[in-house]
Nanobody, 128 residues
Framework: QVQLMESGGGLVQPGGSVRLSCAVS????????IGWFRQAPGQERESVAC????????YYADSVRGRSEISRDHAKDTVYLHISSLKPEDPAVYYC?????????????????????WGQGTQVTVSP
């Protein structure tokens, strides 16, 4: 059974950057598509970025495109999400999750409803 553990959140100044980590265990990263999602208080959970083992181009939500990067380290079985130029809309609990391969393959995206299991998440707070 695949298990994911998010880390790297914390308090960041506006305009700063954050790198989140998603440690994957129980399955090879080579076989998994992984997505990052976030949920702010009172808001619906939304997709942020996804990386696929078979699709070359990652997916980025419009809200983070151009200032974020999703990457994977196969040696460490870890997926990273780096977001720079943090904005007031970025604070949220960030989650990583396994996404069935069909979504990235056919949609080039990873919708929230594609995820069947969620972890604890990691909180990102933006404040001066």
């Amino acid at each position: 059974q695949v298990q994911l553990m998010e880390s790297g959140g914390g308090l960041v100044q506006p305009g700063g950057s954050v790198r989140l980590s998603c440690a994957v265990s129980g399955s090879s990263l080579d076989d998994s598509d992984i997505g990052w999602f976030r949920q702010a208080p009172g808001q619906e959970r939304e997709s942020v970025a996804c990386i696929s083992s078979t699709v070359r181009n990652p997916y980025y939500a419009d809200s983070v495109r151009g200032r974020s990067e999703i990457s994977r380290d196969h040696a460490k079985d870890t997926v990273y999400l780096h977001i720079s130029s943090l904005k007031p809309e970025d604070p949220a609990v960030y989650y990583c999750a396994v996404v069935p391969k069909t979504f990235m393959s056919f949609m080039g995206a990873c919708p929230v409803h594609a995820v069947s299991s969620w972890g604890q998440g990691t909180q990102v707070t933006v404040s001066p």
